[in-house]
């Protein structure tokens, strides 16, 4: 199972479990070393609980490229406004 780091709030870490619509939070100083917002980790579910085993470098990896080429084509699309000034 995949979890995201998707913001922090504090000394809290919110995780997205995009497989099941779940969201749990951790402490900042729970999280592996090299956690930053936009990783991926892989998580196991343990006793009804959330527990991060490690980073996903891979999925972590292939998404930032996936977002920088979707923001690379939205650039190039770009044509400015149609209106005068």
């Keep these: 199972m995949h979890g995201f780091l998707d913001r922090f709030e504090g000394?809290?870490?919110?995780?997205?479990?995009e497989e099941v619509k779940e969201e749990f939070t951790v402490n900042k100083e729970m999280l592996p070393d090299g956690s930053d917002v936009n990783t991926y980790f892989e998580i196991e579910k343990k006793h009804g609980?959330?527990?991060?085993?490690?980073i996903d470098t891979t999925k972590t990896t292939q998404e930032k490229q996936t977002t920088s080429d979707l923001m690379a084509k939205l650039r190039a699309k770009k044509t400015g406004s149609k209106f005068k000034k």
């Design 49 to 54: 609980n959330y527990h991060i085993v490690q």
């Design 11 to 17: 000394n809290m870490a919110v995780i997205l479990v």
